[in-house]
Every structure is written in structure tokens, then in C-alpha cells.
């Protein structure tokens, strides 16, 4: 009777840790709120007057502030109303404000003209690009941004920042949904529900955090970019072969920090899947990067080159406005042929990244994450142009999947079915085994409560059915 009962509370304690997946050890959440409002107050005021960086850091700092006042009164921690406050503070009021006084990002004029290249000549590239704004260093399927802008002109709701927002928020909702629906972290409804409410708490705090945050507010291309990347890698943990190539296929349209997302997921599914699930993900990833760029370098080459190759890496005639002072930047300031170092650099940090994932492939998402993370921080700490924005990739790659994990941790066991006692459940390679005329008869010669111990290759193939979602 007592087993029993243990067995019967010990779904509800792993659903109630589900619920609240920040509990438990020292208050943090103050200190990163307080940090975040440092941090913020610096941007504001080391920022030039009239920008959108400047009217961000100011509000921010009292937004996180404020959510720190909360997070403090609160016996909860990494609760959700500071979340919100901070949300509301860092993101919701500098987006409005920002929009209505008509101030962003460079980028967003980037992307809508792009879209009006795109349905005007062929292409989202201008062929003779000569100041700064003239270039589009992103991938063509960024231009999609700029459609509502080209079809509505220039309404509130129709600028290419609102969309990037949009973008962002539906990638990071799917990504909940695909950890947390029916069949996901949880089981029964309401395993569902707590699971969906852990998975809103997470993605408040990611919004909220500043590196997220600020983007969404000046308009930032980068969000919608990591919001695809979390959902490729829930996909991945969930075993969706298929559908993980196709949304990191999309996100690889967008921009190029997404392409190493591409070998990353496909390592980490070979070894979870083997070789059929690293196949179908490669084949999902590749057409929609055929269907969208290989167009676009038919169209125009010359400008595609210019555009989205020597731009970016800062090889071009004209300098990127990307000149964050990290390693890359410094090498070739300082450095004769610092241009050439520096590509030289990245490519061998690509090898060394591409020849661990052959050598010592990630076993789970969070090691595939850490290990996409460190390849881009290599990428970002060595390009000649760079930026520190650039820092919502490691730093998203880092935390998302980790707290994901944690509610997969707290999932509780699959019940076996009424008519199949816990002893007599069978692996698929059990039951492959049985079949053979070497292992037939097998069950009636063992007794079912050694059925685990099967001797031969029965014993050495062990694959859960879970391998098969």
C-alpha cells in the first residue's frame, strides 16, 4: 500500500516542479533584474542623443527596476509577474514609443527596401550599393519582413520591426508548444497545462532578458532568427527529424548566423536517430535554402557577392557599420593583412567546431546548443565586423535549451499500458529478436521478470519506442 501511494504522489510532485521550473535554490532573480537595469542604464547613457539604442536603455532601466521592486516583494523566485513587469518595462513601452515617434534600427529601412527590390527587380540586392544603407548583408528570405510595408506603407503595424516581433514570438510560442502539447514534456491535461504554464513563465523571462529585449524594441533582425533556432531545437529533442530541418532550413534563409545551426542539429540526430533522421533533416534543411537563395544569385551574382559575402565580412570597399571593438576588429586595425588573419581564423575555428561534431557528437540538445554557441562566439569574437548585439545568439543558445531540459527532467514516466504488465514491456529490438528462428521460443524458456536480461543480441539493442516519435 505504501509503494502504491508513492508511486500515485510521485507524478503530482514531478508536475508541480514542472510548474514552477525556477524554484528551488538561491534568489537570483533579483540580482539579474538589478544587473539588467545596470546594464541598460549604461546603454542609455553612453548611447548618442536621438537614437533608439538611448530612448531604450533609459526606459529599460526603469522597467527593470521596477521589476526587480516586485521580484523583491515576491516569495517566489524567477516568478511570473516580474516577468511581466520587466516584459512590459524593457520591450512593450520603448516598441510603442519608439513606433509612434516613427525612430529605428537602421535595419528595418534595410529589409523594407529590400522587399521593394525584390517585387520591383528580382532580386532584394541593390546592384550598386555604395553607403552604408545601400547593402542588404542578409539572406533573401529576410525580405519577407518588409511585404507588409510594401503592400500598407507606412502604418504603425506595418513596419518591418513590428514584424520581426512577430516572427520572434510566434517561433518561441511554437517551441513551447512542441515541448509542452499532448505527447511533450507532459501527459493527461492537466500535465499539459502546467507544462504550457512553466514554458510562458520561460519565454517571458527570455523576452525580458536584455539582449532580447533591445532588439525587439529598435527593430533587430536577430530575434526572429534565434526564435527559429529554439524551435528547430525543440523539434529536435522531441526527435522531429524532419520538421527540425525545415524550420533551421528557414532560418537559414534569413541570415548566415543561422547556417551552422544546420551541421550542429544533424550530428545531434544522428546520434539520437541514426543516419535515416540525419537525412531527412539535411533534405528538409536544404530546400527551402535552394528555393530562396539559389534565385537570387541566378538574378544578380555581382550583387549577391557584394551584398551578402564581402559586406559582412568587411572585404568590401565600403566599411560595415558593424565596427564592435572584439578581436577581429582589434586584428585588423593593428595587424598588416589583418583581413586575411581574420578569415583565415574563422575558417579554421569552423573545422575545429566541424571536426568535434565527427570526433564527439552532442547527445542532447543542450550539448548541441553549447556547442552551436561556442562556434558562433568564435564567429563573432574573430569577424572584423561585428556586433555586440550579436551576443543574443550564446547567450539564448545557452539558457533556452537549458530550461527546456529541465522541464523534460520533470516529465513524468509513460504509463505502461492496463494489459501489459511493467516486467513484460519489450524493446523493439526484443521483439525483432523474438522473431528470428534463433530466439524463437525465448519467452517461454525465461521468465518474464528476466526478460531483460536476454543474452546475445537481443541483449545488446536496446531501443525505446520514445527513439520513434
Known sequence: MMSQAARKQEPRSRSRSAAKPFAGGRR??????????????VVGLASPDHTSQKV?????????????????????????????????????????????????QMEVGVVERAADLLFSTGTPYNPAPHAV???????????????????FGDTPF???RVWFLVGFLAAVAGAVRVLTGRGGLATGSSGTA?????????????????VVAL??????????????????LAFTQRGR??????????????KWTAWPAIPVIVAVLAVRGGKRAAFRCTAAAAGPAALAIVPAVLVDTSAFYQNVVLYPLGLGPTASSAQSPLLGHLIVLLLPHGKAVTTALIALSAVGVGVSLLVRPPRSTVAAADRLALGLLLAIALSPATRIGYAIYPIVLIAWPRFTARLSADR??????ASEPPHHRRTVASRLCTTTPATAGCDARRRPHREHHRAGACAQLVVSDRDFD
Do not use: E, K
Open 28 to 41: 537570483w532573480d533579483r540580482l539579474v533584474l538589478l544587473a539588467c537595469a545596470v546594464s541598460a542604464l
Open 56 to 104: 531604450w536603455g533609459l526606459v529599460g532601466a526603469a522597467g527593470y527596476a521596477c521589476a526587480a521592486l516586485v521580484a523583491a516583494r515576491s516569495s517566489t523566485p524567477w516568478a511570473r509577474t516580474p516577468a511581466v513587469v520587466a516584459v512590459t518595462g524593457a520591450a512593450a513601452v520603448p516598441l510603442l514609443y519608439l513606433s509612434v515617434i516613427g525612430r529605428a
Open 133 to 151: 544603407q545601400d547593402f542588404n548583408p542578409y539572406l533573401p528570405g529576410m525580405a519577407i519582413f518588409g511585404i507588409p510595408h510594401l503592400l
Open 158 to 160: 506595418a513596419g518591418a
Open 194 to 210: 502546467r507544462g504550457a504554464t512553466a514554458g510562458l513563465t520561460g519565454a517571458l523571462w527570455l523576452i525580458a532578458c536584455p
Open 215 to 232: 532588439p525587439l524594441s529598435i527593430g533587430g533582425v536577430d530575434p526572429p532568427v534565434i526564435g527559429l533556432l529554439c524551435l528547430a
Open 241 to 254: 527529424a524532419g520538421r527540425a530541418g525545415l524550420v533551421v532550413g528557414v532560418a537559414a534563409v534569413l
Open 412 to 417: 513524468p514516466a509513460t504509463p505502461h499500458p
